[in-house]
């Protein structure tokens, strides 16, 4: 599996994770002139701003760490950017989704999901 598959994979699964626990998606993928969030969901009383970073088993950096200051300000804006076009008015929440992509006995494909709410 190529990284941009993974990476699609890995967004994908967390969208049906969320779905599964109620949020609805209301977007994927925006983009803004600040940068891109991968999954923006609704509950009842947020508007849920979800960084996904997929990585192998292994891997040196977790998704949280590379997340760093930088990131968070850019995502950050974008957030603002959607409230402010779409007129949103619930309470902001920003998550992070580390997808973990391993081999499994059989050779094929597994994913491990650690969903972490209101990082900052």
């Known amino acids: 599996m190529n990284i941009g598959k993974t990476g699609a994979e890995g967004e994908r699964k967390v969208a049906n994770f969320l779905q599964k626990r109620g949020y609805q998606i209301v977007k994927r993928n925006f983009v803004s002139k600040y ?3 991968d999954i923006i969901a609704e509950t ?3 508007v849920v701003f979800v960084e996904v970073k997929t990585r192998k088993e292994n891997s040196l950096v977790s998704g949280v760490e590379a997340i760093d200051a930088f990131k ?10 959607y409230i402010a076009k779409t007129e949103c008015e619930k309470q902001p929440r ?4 580390e997808v973990t992509v391993f081999e499994k006995a059989d050779g094929s ?4 999901l650690n969903y972490i ?3 900052w």
């Open 109 to 112: 494909i597994g994913f491990k």
């Open 44 to 46: 009842k009383e947020y």
């Open 72 to 81: 968070q300000r850019r995502i950050t804006l974008t957030a603002n950017d």
């Open 35 to 37: 940068g891109e969030i």
């Open 94 to 97: 920003f998550d992070i989704a």
């Open 117 to 119: 709410e209101n990082v």
